[in-house]
Structures are given as structure tokens and as C-alpha cells.
């Protein structure tokens, strides 16, 4: 008499399907220091946000043996941390303009403008004005001065004026005094810095430079 079960299968279930890989230049690490990055989308840019940290060590202030030195740090920290310091000025200058909702609307809406066009635009994606590619300063110098033109407008001058001058000074104190044997480049930094071109124009170095020393 033929049994009311079904005979029990032999083969085994089939296995679950791969995880989905993440997407290229995707980062899930939220620590702390990497999340301002991750919220502007800048982790695939060519020149990321650096840790806070990092910028801020006390222990990497020094004074510079010559004047020649402390310029080359000057331009080396300017174009390694030019997207932190670009947000301390402006957060300098949106503490300014806290008294002046007018002045403080215009600068919300021209911030929105930043991170679309500066903080968070990937590196394979360049702004294109009149069929040329832009390159990070001259979108930088742009910005600023649409930045400084439009809240000039807004009645709040003296403030713009007086929150850039301290802004510039603090980053042009701390770009000159803070050391760079610690800091790594990539190579639109060695080229910025001007590091690039004189490796490249070296006879008998083929190596390019990856850590500033």
C-alpha cells in the first residue's frame, strides 16, 4: 500500500544569494571623524575632508627653520586641508550673520550651492562652465566671491569683511606653524603643492612621492 508522505527530498537547499557589494567609493564607517564626510558625500572627491583631528593635533604645530619653510607648509596645508579650512571660514562667517535673518537666509541658500558644487561633487565629476572643466580652486574662488557679493548686498558688509579677515589670519597662522612630515598625498594634493611636477621634472627619480617629508 502506497504511504500517505511524501519521500523526503535528498538534495540540499540552495545556497543563499552573495551579499551586494558595495558601490565604489561607498564608505559605511560612521566615526566620528569621518562623519562630516560621509554626510557631504565627499568620501569619493579628490581631495576628501581630513579627520578634524588630524588638522588639530597640538603636537604637529611647530615653528619652521626658515621663512622659505613655513611658505611650503603654508601651500602644502593649504591645498591638503583646503575643504576643512574652506569650512571653518564659513562657519566663521555664518556665526557672524546670526543677528540679520535676511543676511542669514541669503547664506543657507548659497551654502546649498557649496555642497552641490564643492563639498560634495566626486572627483570624476567637474563643474563645466562653457564646455571647460573647472578645477577645485577656480570653483573655490567663484563661490567665495558670489559668497562675499551677495551678502554685501544684504546690508551686512562690515560683517563679511571683518569674519574673513579673522578667518584667513587664523588659517594662514595655523597652515604656517602646523608641520607636514605626517601628511599623505594623493595626486591632486602633490600637484597643488607643486611636489609633482618637481619629481616628475627630476632626472634619476622615476618614483613618485607619496608622503611629504
Known sequence: MASGFGSIPTSSPPPPPPPVAAAAGTSYSFSGDSFLSLATGRAVASSPIRPWRHLLDPSALSRPYSYGEGLLRLRRNLSHFRLNYSLAVLLLLFLSLLYHPLSLIVFLALFLLWLSLYFSRAAD????????????????????????????????????LVSLAVGLLVVGVHAFFRGTEDLFLDESDAVDGGLLSSVVGSPGRHQPYDRLV
Request: aromatic fraction near 6%; hydrophobic fraction near 60%.
Open 125 to 160: 565629476s567637474p563643474v563645466v562652465v562653457f564646455g571647460r572643466p573647472l578645477d577645485d580652486r577656480a570653483v573655490l574662488a567663484a563661490l567665495s566671491l558670489l559668497t562675499v557679493v551677495a551678502l554685501v548686498f544684504t546690508g551686512v558688509g562690515v560683517n563679511v
